[in-house]
């Protein structure tokens, strides 16, 4: 009969339906077991199954404080067994940011909102929920008492607005700032892309130029400079955000502005030879030839920024002559330097801390010349790359070593309470593994839905186009740290 029939029919739907939403299922779970393993982060599932210690016996454990809010330091307090320590997170920003989709957020590819986590809200999803967080900036170190200053940074201020935090363990991860080789008017006049107000600022930049320039009147020169986009650093974050502006200015801004779309014009400066040097020859070639078919693209190499001015900056040309450019809006992304409080630090203890790119620390990143002061990420000197892949796997890995030598910082701690010597965290550590660093691969966007990659291992192997770009853009998103 016919009721049989779409009976049938229905309970045949169903087991298509059950079948692919196991196999999905099945997918998923794979995949993400497989990112599990793949990042040597088995542990973080197995961690939710143990028995914490009840809060009166973390009263008496080693005060660990952690100053940033960044891949290193988020990935030490995933690591981290945090119910074994009295745990401070000091940052003065009070959310993660996901830094590589940061030069998509200047022209609206990818929301802001989706690449920042709150701290607070990260922690409790990382059962670490017993940490305390505190929105401050830490403003001086004192290794010798094994005290930090800290400093009440943001816009609504109390009473009380600076105080000071007492330590057994101190992790610096507080990243890195830009770095302008003392070049005349960087701070005053470039735009930097290393925050969320960065971005905001670049894209309200990029828009105001459009706006001035469509006024009645207003002088070809003056449309030309004011439409003219100037990215100092050929790096992958500069030609990233390259990529993103051009795509930017040929998909929405040029519909808006159609009369101003023959005038825009983006110039990348670089001093080096080549765009993306860290990569491998085959990929900077494929890059340059991307940006030079873009005849709104012009790649300046061997050329130095000697003086930034308010709507122009000189360069040195490879032959030597001096050359003015003149500018709408300037992008300096030319690498890192150390921020005040890293300065600080390297200027005490007893070992030499001869490195101008950061701290040096030893094989468990120990800070050289300072006790009990741990460092990660881009604060310090080491032969690493300054990326999110190094830092993440740096915090990881030193999350790690305080869970496996635990008992050792509590004998340490707990003799220096009393005034008697301990040597069991220096034999804890001689036993432990040093931190190996394992590269999972570089990529950057260049552009018109195209990206580079790059594998290294035994031999390199590189990658590009179309499919590398839904290879980055996949790779990126699955690292994001919540599914909004």
């Given at each position: 009969?016919?009721?049989?029939?779409?009976?049938?029919?229905?309970?045949?739907?169903?087991?298509?339906?059950?079948?692919?939403?196991?196999?999905?299922?099945?997918?998923?779970?794979?995949?993400?077991?497989?990112?599990?393993?793949?990042?040597?982060?088995?542990?973080?599932?197995?961690?939710?199954?143990?028995?914490?210690?009840?809060?009166?016996?973390?009263?008496?454990?080693?005060?660990?404080?952690?100053?940033?809010?960044?891949?290193?330091?988020?990935?030490?307090?995933?690591?981290?067994?945090?119910d074994k320590f009295r745990v401070t997170v000091v940052s003065p920003r009070n959310y993660f940011l996901f830094t590589p989709l940061l030069a998509g957020t200047t022209t609206g590819t990818v929301e802001?909102?989706?690449?920042?986590?709150?701290?607070?809200?990260?922690?409790?999803?990382?059962?670490?929920?017993?940490?305390?967080?505190?929105?401050?900036?830490?403003?001086?170190?004192?290794?010798?008492?094994?005290?930090?200053?800290?400093?009440?940074?943001?816009?609504?201020?109390?009473?009380?607005?600076?105080?000071?935090?007492?330590?057994?363990?101190?992790?610096?991860?507080?990243?890195?700032?830009?770095?302008?080789?003392?070049?005349?008017?960087?701070?005053?006049?470039?735009?930097?892309?290393?925050?969320?107000?960065?971005?905001?600022?670049?894209?309200?930049?990029?828009?105001?130029?459009?706006?001035?320039?469509?006024?009645?009147?207003?002088?070809?020169?003056?449309?030309?400079?004011?439409?003219?986009?100037?990215?100092?650093?050929?790096?992958?974050?500069?030609?990233?955000?390259?990529?993103?502006?051009?795509?930017?200015?040929?998909?929405?801004?040029?519909?808006?502005?159609?009369?101003?779309?023959?005038?825009?014009?983006?110039?990348?400066?670089?001093?080096?030879?080549?765009?993306?040097?860290?990569?491998?020859?085959?990929?900077?070639?494929?890059?340059?030839?991307?940006?030079?078919?873009?005849?709104?693209?012009?790649?300046?190499?061997?050329?130095?920024?000697?003086?930034?001015?308010?709507?122009?900056?000189?360069v040195k040309t490879p032959s030597g002559d001096k050359k003015d450019i003149p500018y709408g809006v300037l992008v300096w992304v030319t690498g890192n330097a150390p921020r005040r409080i890293t300065q600080?630090?390297?200027?005490?203890?007893?070992?030499?801390?001869?490195?101008?790119?950061?701290?040096?620390?030893?094989?468990?990143?120990?800070?050289?010349?300072?006790?009990?002061?741990?460092?990660?990420?881009?604060?310090?000197?080491?032969?690493?790359?300054?990326?999110?892949?190094?830092?993440?796997?740096?915090?990881?890995?030193?999350?790690?070593?305080?869970?496996?030598?635990?008992?050792?910082?509590?004998?340490?701690?707990?003799?220096?309470?009393r005034g008697l010597p301990s040597a069991t965290l220096e034999a804890a550590l001689k036993a432990s593994p040093i931190f190996q660093y394992k590269h999972f691969g570089s990529f950057a966007y260049i552009?018109?839905?195209?990206?580079?990659?790059?594998?290294?291992?035994?031999?390199?192997?590189?990658?590009?186009?179309?499919?590398?770009?839904?290879?980055?853009?996949?790779?990126?998103?699955?690292?994001?740290?919540?599914?909004?």
């Amino acid at each position: 009969s016919k009721f049989v029939k779409d009976k049938m029919s229905l309970q045949r739907t169903l087991r298509r339906f059950t079948n692919r939403a196991a196999v999905l299922a099945a997918t998923g779970t794979g995949i993400y077991f497989f990112d599990l393993w793949i990042n040597d982060d088995m542990d973080s599932f197995t961690d939710k199954f143990r028995t914490r210690m009840s809060e009166a016996e973390r009263a008496k454990r080693p005060r660990v404080v952690i100053l940033g809010s960044g891949w290193a330091a988020l990935s030490m307090v995933r690591k981290l067994h945090t119910d074994k320590f009295r745990v401070t997170v000091v940052s003065p920003r009070n959310y993660f940011l996901f830094t590589p989709l940061l030069a998509g957020t200047t022209t609206g590819t990818v929301e802001l909102r989706s690449i920042v986590e709150p701290i607070r809200k990260y922690c409790h999803r990382s059962d670490a929920s017993d940490i305390d967080f505190l929105e401050a900036e830490c403003t001086s170190v004192d290794a010798a008492s094994q005290k930090i200053t800290c400093k009440d940074m943001s816009a609504v201020k109390g009473k009380v607005n600076e105080f000071d935090l007492e330590y057994d363990h101190l992790v610096v991860a507080v990243g890195a700032d830009n770095a302008t080789f003392n070049i005349p008017g960087v701070r005053e006049h470039a735009c930097f892309m290393k925050e969320i107000d960065d971005a905001r600022i670049l894209r309200d930049r990029i828009l105001d130029c459009f706006e001035t320039a469509s006024y009645p009147g207003q002088p070809l020169s003056e449309v030309q400079r004011l439409l003219h986009f100037v990215v100092v650093g050929g790096g992958p974050a500069g030609v990233e955000f390259t990529a993103e502006l051009s795509d930017f200015l040929h998909s929405d801004l040029v519909e808006a502005f159609p009369h101003l779309a023959k005038e825009v014009k983006v110039t990348v400066v670089e001093a080096l030879p080549h765009i993306l040097n860290v990569f491998d020859a085959k990929v900077i070639e494929f890059a340059e030839k991307r940006f030079s078919s873009n005849p709104n693209v012009e790649i300046l190499t061997k050329t130095a920024v000697t003086e930034v001015r308010a709507s122009d900056i000189s360069v040195k040309t490879p032959s030597g002559d001096k050359k003015d450019i003149p500018y709408g809006v300037l992008v300096w992304v030319t690498g890192n330097a150390p921020r005040r409080i890293t300065q600080s630090l390297m200027q005490q203890g007893g070992a030499p801390q001869d490195c101008r790119r950061g701290l040096v620390v030893d094989e468990f990143f120990r800070v050289k010349g300072l006790q009990n002061v741990w460092a990660l990420g881009d604060c310090t000197c080491t032969k690493v790359p300054a990326t999110a892949q190094v830092a993440s796997q740096e915090g990881r890995y030193l999350g790690s070593l305080f869970n496996s030598v635990q008992a050792s910082l509590d004998e340490d701690t707990n003799n220096k309470l009393r005034g008697l010597p301990s040597a069991t965290l220096e034999a804890a550590l001689k036993a432990s593994p040093i931190f190996q660093y394992k590269h999972f691969g570089s990529f950057a966007y260049i552009g018109d839905r195209r990206a580079v990659a790059e594998f290294k291992g035994e031999n390199t192997h590189t990658s590009t186009g179309v499919l590398t770009f839904f290879l980055w853009r996949s790779v990126y998103l699955s690292k994001l740290l919540s599914a909004k």
